[in-house]
């Protein structure tokens, strides 16, 4: 999960596990690079670009989140590249990728969908949990809404089903921005 020397100097995250505790090594590594390129005094537009590539099937959706809020507020680009399955979480990391720099592999898919959640413990612990719950899908909801091309009618529609998208479909809805021709666009 952690990105290799080579990976680290050139700015390659990879995630190809679930979404989980390990992925806030990444958050760290967003704020790390944006603060050196912040006192290095390197102007936005010439910084080097953090890249992370995708092939998981999901997780944890408190983790998604946290990368998810330093991928937007980086000021040095986050590209996102799905490279086979970007699914649930890792499907609203893909999403969250600076715009423009959104890229999938040519036979890639993406499943976006409303989540699940186990719920434990004593009545009124379940009922609170619950609460939270809704809120972290209303707010999936409308950063997907935000992000995407899928129109609101159309994710309320949809977002009780498992929702596949293929690489075409990715651009179409606006998940991503380009289908890669070249491996060369995501170096």
């Known amino acids: 999960m952690v990105a290799d020397w080579k990976g ?16 806030m ?17 390197i102007p936005v537009e010439q910084r080097t670009p953090i890249t992370l590539f995708i092939n998981s099937y999901g997780g944890d959706v408190s983790v998604c989140y946290a990368l998810v809020s330093a991928m937007r507020l980086s000021k040095t680009i986050v590209r996102t590249v799905n490279v086979s399955v970007a699914c649930s979480a890792a499907g609203i990391i893909l999403l969250s990728g600076t715009p423009r720099y ?26 609170s949990q619950q609460n939270n719950y809704k809120k972290m899908i209303k707010v999936m909801e409308e950063h997907i809404l935000e992000n995407t091309k899928i129109e609101p009618k159309e994710w309320t529609k949809i977002k009780t089903k498992e929702n596949y998208y293929w690489p075409e479909q990715q651009v179409e809805k606006g998940i991503v921005d380009n289908i890669c021709s070249s491996i060369d666009e995501v170096l």
């Open 8 to 23: 680290y100097k050139s700015r390659c995250l990879y995630i190809f596990d679930d979404i989980d505790d390990r992925v």
């Open 25 to 41: 090594l990444y958050v760290k590594n967003i704020i790390q690079w944006n603060r050196e390129d912040e006192e290095a005094g």
């Open 102 to 127: 959104r890229y999938c592999f040519p036979m890639s898919f993406c499943l976006l969908h409303q989540g699940s959640r186990t719920l434990g413990g004593t009545a009124s612990q379940v009922e």
